[in-house]
């Protein structure tokens, strides 16, 4: 089992920044990867970036391509998710996911919500205009 605790959102306004932090404790070796996605009233959850725990690659969803950015500490079992330029349209529940160990050379869909094990309780971001 893996536990993951978010941190960091609030309000905002347009063109502000803000940095969300994820703290994963429990089974975190056997993570594969971790994610964020986000969820605004009335829409389906939404991908917004991943990172491969190991190797550190990165995918990042269309909307938010150039002004967020995903990282991880290792050490301290910790995904972060820089947010810049932000937009009234990133308004959302922000949820941090963690994906458990695949078999070597298996497909994995980082931005498919299907693919991830656990997940955080969500953290609300608002930016105002």
């Known amino acids: 089992q893996v536990q993951l605790v978010e941190s960091g959102g609030g309000l905002v306004q347009a063109g502000g920044s803000l940095r969300l932090s994820c703290a994963a404790s429990?089974?975190?070796?056997?993570?594969?990867?971790m994610g964020w996605f986000r969820q605004a009233p009335g829409k389906e959850r939404e991908f917004v970036a991943a990172i491969r725990w190991n190797v550190g690659n990165t995918l990042y969803g269309d909307s938010v391509k150039g002004r967020f950015t995903i990282s991880r500490d290792n050490r301290k079992s910790t995904v972060y998710l820089q947010m810049m330029s932000l937009k009234p349209e990133d308004t959302a529940v922000y949820y941090c996911?963690?994906?458990?160990?695949?078999?070597?050379?298996?497909?994995?869909?980082?931005?498919?919500?299907?693919?991830?094990?656990?997940w955080g309780q969500g953290t609300q971001v608002t930016v105002s205009s």
């Open positions: 996911a963690a994906a458990s160990a695949r078999l070597p050379g298996s497909w994995f869909e980082e931005d498919s919500v299907s693919e991830y094990d656990y």
């Open positions: 429990g089974r975190t070796l056997s993570m594969f990867a």
